[in-house]
């Protein structure tokens, strides 16, 4: 099972370690940073690489590589999902997962580490069990602890860890009682040359908040539980009534959770809310460039297109641009070669557009690769796969909670080839 | 000054105090500060009913108690009391940490504890004390076993509590791969109902283990695999990704069982696609191992997910492992219905920035034209269009495919033969300016100015890597036999320079080959380098099925990640159980009768993999490029040709320039060119070996036989020659023993060798200094050496010596034993045998039977390798030991040999 874990900077440092059997050596580390040297990028780096005697599985996130080493026949996957949960995690418990963050709170880091594997299995995951074992630091705590004595540890058995449900605890109490759910889209999509698609997918889910008394059971319906065929629950979900009513019945954990996430791949399923129009050229032989984009509205269902964001990276042949945005501002890194134009809100009727001349290293042809053009947006108010939320109910407990759902679509990779 | 401030906070009276300096040890601790010189402090603060602070110096414990077992005693007493705690997070804390203390004297004192949690009334400690068993396995396997804790950790299986279930599921699991031969998690119908109740139950993770010990058993019927694959469906809609791809094994694997007619298998089909392209969205690191993972699977079973080619359509910003695997998933999922879409995006993104990846769009596209015939015209339009850019590395990598392209669609696209020689000026990477000058050498005869091209190449003959030399050599032969007029000077300008002018023992020989074909017989020349080529087939990348099959098993695993079984390089595997596929059991009106089913599939996909080891010798002849793989055509063809001579000696060079190509080749040569001898001398030589068992403690060096008279005296006018080989540190030398039993002196020894079919030719004069006076003998030792030439002889080890004196010339033939031939370097990498073992066709293996031999299997092996006989493997079957020996004679030939000991017969396969 999974034997260490070293967290390394992108400058490669290694600036914890925690072994939940004999201690490896960090020199293990030597063979990640040889596969780091040789990545361009940090995204790059392998995510398994063999030692002689160790595998080293990788996670990156927020600028730190989470390096867990394992000595015999483990499921990788089991240790990548098990890396990421480690990165949820003390982001749940200081808001942000930053090597500072991580260093400041370097104790209950480590008394974290220590209760959710044991001799490399996992033991307690699920962050309200954790928080129950071990409180998250908070300033007023601190201070209430040196006062009083007492500990940011739990010296109760986390009862929910035996029972039935065991992603909740129990003797939750609340004088407001809410359940929120936000059903959020977002679009995957390929736009070739001609402004035709060639992939497009939703990745789709339902995140909630819910803070409801005592142990509540609630039931989800959807007006059109078909487009759901392709779905990946949280534990708490009774299977075999979705299978039979389509229904979706669980007994929710306490605070924020994510309640299913969905795949929608089906092309005609999927619209796309927006278009671009470019004009990019470079040509042979001469020091300028012509770049020119449009964005517009496509299938938005009447809903405003918002926060948009263009960015791309040119060719490193570009030396710089002189850029007219009519809307919005823009930004043309000379060094990265990287263009963000940062437009707001599309307005259908007067669109915006980026209009301008690109200068070009002289006496090189023209590039070979096209630059592709990464598009951000948001739209509210609008799930774009067309999944609506018919009714939500609550039973097993007495009182009136308040319900909300929101809805709202975004772009996830959406690139725009030219 | 540290230590010593945090020591003193330590002893405070205080306990906020004493708490925030444990939190500083830790703290330094995880940093990897060295603070084990405050182990007694430490531990002194442990004695608290505070339990944060308890936890703090447990952690502590767990770090340092190795580096000072002594001072980890004084802790036991602590733990042995809090294990009979009223709370059992205390008894369960208690019991894990001393699990976690790798100190032998402490695991004494632990197992009466651990006995008690593992019976505990609450299930959360014995689900902890099922992991602490694990833990202690680790430390001390014997007291485990003879405490008896395997037993109840086994019963854990049947617990009520499905957590408990799933940790001891997980402990029995590692401890199982550390004992491959236990049966620790036999598994029968009823535990498996417990085992699927449990999942349904349990955490993701317990999910996991759970399904990874399913994935291992063999269901009794297609009946109990189908319920089984009903029960773990549902685990394919979980939001782990682990839980889905160790469902997806399960299912794979129990698959195999059912009928293909049956309604559900189709479903099943329908359910598996979903959730594979669910692990696409997921975070980077997980679509690689996912993408692996499809890579086996789309191999296996490619209609699950044929009709999802564009999710595996790349996006710019992915992480180059990520586009590298989807681009390899793109090509096997190509089929006609989807090459335009698939040849567009190929196109795309070999206009890129990341090199790598566009090299490998630009070879996709070459695989593809190569896959499905009917998109071929429009792929070596696309690698035209893309040879326009000008782009060098595109340039190059474009002309490398479109040789392969002409391999397998020849006389079609020649007309783009012009283009390519415009682009000859900017080639400057060996394997690309190989291709080309193939191309030009392959079509000399439609290329107006071939010669001047090859002619331009050979300037730098001397600066070329040995692919392009190699490569020039054979393509001006083949110019020189199709335009035998204009380019005579050419080819002995080539041929001189690989000859004369190049130390490179490859090129050498391939040069001496075509002199001596061209100087001999011009017309088998041409039938030799300018035979038809096989076609390369589309599969050369797949991987071999019962490879395949014993991956599917795996899936999920790291072995799937490396699409190697685990035996080939997981650490400390001894003897894993090689996993296979259970047969397809299926119900009577099925189609495929259950005993042949499997192998069934196998025959009919074994021919898509064959072709490519027929094809590729080709290559040996006149190109060299790729991986050379053997085959009989070429070495059959040849021997009808009747260059019989020749052909020993070529073969043997042949053999020799690609070590590589191993056994596979190995036995061809002999087996089909030289029928059916080699097998023999090589057993007897073997046989030779083996009675070396009665004695002669000649462990140190190789076997020696006992002189035998060669020569008898009446023939050779009174001079009686006996002798014998032997091979001593790396060289091989023949021992004589001359007699004089004339009546007159004799002198002037000489001696010399026929040419024989392994080039022994003795490397220093016969030196007999004094003359032999009558009735005398002296006993000399010849070196000798494999240099010489080479004829096949009947049989193979036979060799025709001619001694002189001064009173005449004296034949005589003997028989050499063969393992004087064996090097010293005959070790073959165990990967390597392995591969190669595979490769083996069948015609080239024979069996002998070796009787009286009573070794055990450690004294044969320690005794073949004095004869330069290597052990590779050794491993138990059915109460036989088999051996897995490899040997390397002197002309680079492999043999590979499974030798099985039973007790009184063992039997011998080459």
């Known amino acids: 099972m999974i034997h260490s874990l070293f967290l390394i900077n992108a400058s490669g440092d290694i600036f914890l370690e925690k072994h939940w059997k004999s201690v490896v050596s960090r020199s293990v580390c030597d063979y990640f940073f040889e596969a780091q040297e040789r990545a361009s990028e940090a995204e790059n780096v392998p995510p398994v690489i063999p030692t002689p005697h160790h595998y080293l599985l990788s996670v990156y996130r927020h600028k730190i590589f989470f390096v867990a080493v394992i000595q015999s026949e483990v499921p990788p996957l089991f240790v990548i999902e098990f890396l990421h949960r480690v990165v949820d995690t003390f982001q749940d418990y200081f808001g942000v997962c930053s090597e500072v963050m991580i260093k400041d709170n370097v104790v209950v880091v480590y008394e974290v580490l220590e209760e959710m594997l044991d001799n490399g299995f996992p033991l307690a995951t699920e962050s309200n069990i954790l928080k129950e074992l071990i409180k998250p630091p908070t300033i007023l705590r601190t201070v209430v602890n040196t006062i009083t004595g007492s500990t940011n540890v739990g010296d109760q058995l986390p009862t929910g860890q035996l029972s039935v449900v065991p992603w909740r605890r129990t003797g939750v109490k609340y004088t407001n009682n809410e359940a929120y759910f936000d059903v959020i889209e977002e679009i995957d999509a390929i736009i070739d040359k001609s402004g035709s698609t060639i992939t497009a997918e939703i990745q789709g889910v339902i995140d909630a908040c819910v803070k409801l008394t005592g142990m509540p059971d609630l039931t989800l319906s959807f007006m059109n539980p078909r487009l759901l065929d392709d779905v990946s629950f949280h534990p708490c979900v009774r299977f075999k009534r979705w299978e039979s009513e389509r229904i979706l019945s669980f007994i929710p954990p306490d605070g924020n959770f994510r309640l299913l996430s969905y795949h929608v791949s089906a092309q005609n399923l999927v619209a796309i809310p927006v278009y671009v129009k470019h004009n990019i050229s470079f040509r042979d032989s001469s020091s300028l460039g012509r770049f020119e984009i449009t964005v517009g509205p496509k299938q938005t269902m009447g809903k405003t297109v918002e926060g948009v964001m263009v960015t791309s990276q040119m060719p490193k042949g570009v030396l710089n641009m002189t850029l007219t945005p009519s809307q919005g501002t823009h930004i043309f890194d000379p060094v990265t070669k990287l263009l963000s134009w940062d437009v707001g809100k599309i307005n259908p009727q007067k669109l915006p557009s980026l209009k301008g001349s690109m200068s070009l290293q002289a006496g090189t042809s023209k590039p070979d690769e096209n630059p592709t053009i990464n598009l951000q947006f948001k739209i509210q108010q609008l799930a774009i796969s067309g999944l609506k939320v018919n009714r939500l109910d609550m039973y097993g407990e007495k009182y009136k909670p308040f319900k909300g759902i929101k809805y709202m679509t975004k772009a996830g990779k959406f690139q725009v080839r030219t | ?910």
């Open chain 2, 1 to 910: 000054g540290e230590i010593f401030e945090l020591k003193a906070e330590l002893n405070s009276d205080k306990k906020e105090k004493k708490k925030e300096a444990v939190k500083k040890v830790i703290a330094s601790m995880t940093v990897g500060k060295d603070v084990s010189a405050l182990f007694p402090d430490v531990v002194n603060c442990m004695q608290t009913d505070n339990l944060e602070l308890k936890k703090l110096v447990y952690l502590y414990l767990m770090n340092y108690a190795k580096s000072q077992p002594d001072m980890a005693i004084m802790a036991v007493n602590t733990f042995v009391k809090d294990c009979e705690d009223p709370n059992p997070l205390i008894r369960a804390l208690a019991v894990r940490t001393m699990g976690c203390i790798r100190v032998d004297k402490i695991t004494e004192y632990l197992c009466e504890p651990l006995r008690k949690c593992l019976k505990d009334e609450d299930p959360y400690v014995r689900k902890t004390a099922a992991v602490c068993v694990a833990k202690l396995h680790d430390i001390n396997a014997q007291l485990v076993e003879d405490q008896g804790f395997l037993d109840t950790l086994k019963d854990l299986i049947s617990d009520s509590n499905p957590m408990v279930v799933a940790n001891a599921v997980a402990a029995l699991s590692e401890i199982a791969e550390s004992h491959p031969s236990s049966n620790l998690l036999d598994l029968n119908p009823q535990s498996i109902n417990k085992l699927l109740t449990a999942l349904n139950e349990c955490t993701e993770w317990g999910q996991i283990f759970i399904l990874d010990c399913l994935a291992n058993y063999m269901p009794k019927d297609d009946r109990e695999a189908q319920s089984i694959c009903e029960r773990v469906t549902p685990r394919l809609s979980h939001a782990n990704s682990a839980v889905v791809l160790s469902a997806v094994k399960v299912l794979m694997k129990f698959m195999e069982m059912l009928s293909k007619d049956l309604d559900y298998y189709g479903t099943l089909l329908k359910k598996l696609a979903p959730p594979l392209v669910t692990l696409l969205s997921a975070e980077p690191e997980l679509q690689y191992v996912a993408l692996r993972n499809i890579n086996l699977i789309v191999q296996k079973r490619p209609e699950i997910l044929k009709h999802e080619m564009k999710v595996f359509f790349v996006k710019y910003n992915d992480p180059i492992y990520v586009k590298l695997e989807k681009l390899d998933i793109m090509i096997r999922l190509a089929s006609q219905a989807n090459i335009a879409q698939v040849l567009a995006e190929l196109k795309e993104y070999a206009t890129e920035v990341d090199v790598d990846f566009v090299r490998k769009a630009v070879r996709a596209i070459g695989r593809c034209a190569i896959k499905v015939e009917q998109s071929a015209e429009r792929c070596v339009s696309t690698l035209l269009d893309l040879i326009q850019t000008k782009v060098n590395y595109v340039v190059q990598e474009a002309i490398v495919v479109i040789k392969d392209i002409f391999r397998k669609y020849p006389n079609k696209y020649e007309s783009v033969i012009a283009t390519l020689c415009e682009n000859l000026d900017s080639l400057d990477e060996p394997e690309a300016r190989a291709a080309m000058i193939w191309i030009v050498g392959e079509y000399a005869e439609r290329i107006d100015n071939a010669d001047e091209l090859l002619e331009s190449f050979l300037e730098g003959f001397h600066d070329e890597s040995t692919q392009v030399q190699l490569q020039l050599l054979t393509a001006i032969v083949k110019l020189f036999l199709k335009k035998p007029t204009e380019t005579q000077e050419l080819v002995q300008q080539v041929l001189s320079l690989a000859t004369q002018d190049s130390d490179n023992p490859d090129l050498r020989d391939r040069g001496y080959i075509y002199w001596r074909l061209l100087s001999t017989d011009p017309v088998a020349a041409k039938e030799v380098v300018l035979a038809e080529k096989p076609l390369i087939s589309e599969e050369t990348d797949l991987i071999e099925p019962t490879l395949l099959d014993e991956l599917i098993c795996y899936i999920g695993t790291l072995a799937s990640v490396y699409h190697k079984p685990p035996s080939a390089f997981v650490e400390g595997s001894r003897g894993v159980v090689h996993k296979s596929l259970p047969p397809r059991t299926g119900s009577s009106e099925s189609a495929e009768s259950p005993d042949t089913a499997p192998s069934g599939v196998q025959a009919a996909e074994q021919p898509a993999v064959i072709p490519t080891q027929g094809d590729l010798l080709g290559d040996l002849l006149n190109l060299d490029l790729g991986p050379p793989v053997s085959g009989p055509p070429i070495a059959t063809s040849s021997v009808q040709m009747g260059a019989v001579d020749l052909l020993g000696g070529g073969l043997d060079s042949l053999v020799r320039r690609s070590p590589a190509l191993a056994a596979a080749a190995a036995a061809p040569a002999p087996s089909t060119a030289m029928p059916a001898n080699l097998g023999a001398p090589l057993g007897s030589g073997l046989g030779d070996l083996f009675d070396l068992t009665g004695g002669v403690g000649t462990l140190s060096g190789s076997y020696v036989a006992p002189k035998t008279v060669w020569l008898p005296a009446m023939k050779a006018k009174g001079l009686e020659i006996s002798g014998t080989f032997s091979r001593q540190v790396g060289s091989i030398s023949m021992d004589l023993a001359l007699t004089n039993k004339a009546l007159q002196v004799m002198s002037d020894f000489a001696i010399q060798f026929n040419r024989n079919s392994f080039g022994l030719a003795p490397a220093a004069p016969l030196q007999v200094h004094a003359p032999l006076a009558p009735n005398q003998s002296v006993e000399i030792s010849l070196p000798l050496n494999t240099v010489g030439s080479v004829m096949k002889m009947d049989p193979l080890n036979n060799l025709q010596v001619a001694v002189k004196n001064n009173i005449d010339v004296f034949y005589f033939s003997t028989l050499y034993p063969l393992h004087i031939l064996f090097v010293e370097d005959g070790k073959m990498e165990r990967q390597m045998f392995l591969a190669t073992w595979k490769d083996i066709p069948n015609e080239n293996e024979a069996q002998f039977q070796i009787k009286d031999c009573s070794l055990n299997a450690d004294a044969v092996s320690s005794k073949l390798q004095g004869s330069n006989i290597f052990t590779i493997a050794k491993r138990n079957v059915e109460g036989q030991d088999m051996l897995y020996q490899s040997l390397k004679l002197t002309n680079g030939i492999w043999v590979l040999a499974e030798l099985r000991i039973q007790p009184s017969n063992p039997s011998f396969t080459v």
